[in-house]
């Protein structure tokens, strides 16, 4: 009787030591295995725990699934809140929820059909009820397709949404009253019955497109901070890094970081830098190139700003990398994504 005690709370404890509840009770499982005790697995009593590692337990014998009991539960909520929100008629909710797990699934585990299939059927879902809530649909359907650089199909969708119930195109106006309530009417110069913020978004989206991982970066010729002519043929030879920046923003520090851990790694293997300054000018811009490595190329906004638009950046901050002719192999500010991409190019070093 003594012995099957003992047993059962070995086994506790071997249980406790799989999912790292307590390091006790894993120390004393440790040293009854190290005194010839039989310390039993958790979920296969009749299989004796190893010792040697605690991911020897079953529980930790292959790497878990990637449609985890956890990943399934979290996802049966989110089901169950846009349920919920649809039968309240709560359709702003109903709409971002449907929206939150297309770009999840599209971004985390990276599976876009399933992604895409998700929310064009909340948009044929959501199109008769609620029209002006279904244009986050389709501006999370175009950020999908733009991840993946398929600019065909944003083009596609910006004329469906143009057919659409939930097309929103109209002038834009800027109403104020002067004098005696005296309505004055500004309306946007040049504006068509086609303006529309939602196109405008997924216009910017299409050039993102353009410029996802696998295209070419655009011709350009260009002059530095420091008077250099800077053109396409500067970055070809070698993998580089483009980088449009803000300077003193917080994002900045972080691309910093980035930037210099490529430097370290990559610099004296001849990684080209060119940097794009979306708020310095003139002098401002020499003085601020001056505290880097000469090699790096400064440029500002004025000089860089068609090549910016066409590539999707309208003021703000991301990093690009490229390979050594030219083609964009990374884009974003993950420190681990834009490093990875340079090891690629540099030939896994």
């Known amino acids: 009787m003594g012995e099957k005690k003992r047993g059962r709370r070995r086994r506790a404890a071997a249980c406790q030591s799989s999912t790292?509840?307590?390091?006790?009770?894993?120390?004393?499982?440790?040293?009854?295995?190290?005194?010839?005790?039989?310390?039993?697995?958790?979920?296969?009593?009749?299989?004796?725990?190893?010792?040697d590692s605690v991911r020897r337990c079953r529980k930790w014998e292959s790497p878990r699934p990637a449609d985890s009991i956890a990943g399934r539960r979290a996802r049966f909520r989110r089901r169950r809140l846009e349920a919920d929100a649809a039968s309240a008629r709560d359709w702003p909710a109903a709409v971002e929820t449907a929206a939150l797990l297309a770009r999840a699934l599209a971004f985390v585990p990276r599976d876009?059909?399933?992604?895409?299939?998700?929310?064009?059927?909340?948009?044929?879902?959501?199109?008769?009820?609620?029209?002006?809530?279904?244009?986050?649909?389709?501006?999370?359907?175009?950020?999908?397709?733009?991840?993946i650089g398929d600019a065909a199909g944003i083009r596609s969708l910006m004329s469906e949404f143009r057919r659409s119930p939930a097309?929103?195109?109209?002038?834009?106006?800027?109403?104020?009253?002067?004098g005696h309530d005296t309505p004055m009417v500004i309306v946007r110069p040049r504006g068509g019955p086609e303006n529309s913020i939602t196109l405008t978004a997924m216009g910017r989206l299409l050039n993102r497109a353009q410029a996802a991982p696998g295209s070419f970066w655009p011709a350009f010729e260009w002059q530095d901070a420091q008077g250099r002519r800077v053109t396409q043929a500067d970055l070809h030879g070698a993998p580089a890094?483009?980088?449009?920046?803000?300077?003193?923003?917080?994002i900045w520090?972080?691309?910093?970081?980035?930037?210099?851990?490529?430097?370290?790694?990559?610099?004296?293997?001849?990684?080209?830098?060119?940097?794009?300054?979306?708020?310095?000018d003139g002098n401002e811009l020499r003085e601020f190139s001056r505290g880097f490595p000469p090699e790096w190329f400064f440029v500002s906004?004025?000089?860089?700003?068609?090549?910016?638009?066409?590539?999707?950046?309208?003021?703000?901050?991301?990093?690009?990398?490229?390979?050594?002719?030219?083609?964009?192999?990374?884009?974003g500010l993950e420190q681990s994504e834009i490093i990875g991409a340079l090891r690629q190019a540099f030939g896994g070093r």
């Not at 929103?168 to 104020?176: K, L």
């Not at 691309?255 to 004296?268: E, F, L, M, S």
């Not at 906004?301 to 950046?313: P, Q, W």
Request: include cysteine; hydrophobic fraction near 45%; charge should be positive.
């Open 167 to 178: 097309f929103d195109g109209r002038p834009f106006e800027y109403r104020v009253k002067e």
């Open 301 to 331: 906004a004025k000089e860089a700003g068609a090549i910016a638009a066409r590539v999707g950046i309208f003021g703000e901050s991301e990093i690009f990398a490229l390979d050594a002719g030219g083609r964009i192999l990374a884009r």
């Open 241 to 250: 890094l483009v980088v449009f920046l803000i300077h003193r923003s917080p």
């Open 112 to 147: 876009t059909a399933a992604a895409l299939a998700r929310v064009r059927a909340a948009r044929a879902r959501y199109m008769a009820l609620a029209p002006e809530e279904t244009r986050r649909l389709f501006l999370a359907e175009a950020e999908i397709l733009s991840q």
């Open 20 to 51: 790292f509840a307590s390091k006790v009770r894993y120390k004393k499982a440790r040293k009854a295995y190290e005194k010839g005790r039989p310390v039993y697995c958790c979920r296969s009593s009749h299989r004796p725990w190893r010792g």
């Open 253 to 280: 520090e972080r691309q910093h970081r980035v930037v210099n851990t490529a430097w370290r790694r990559y610099g004296a293997a001849g990684l080209r830098i060119l940097a794009v300054c979306m708020n310095l």
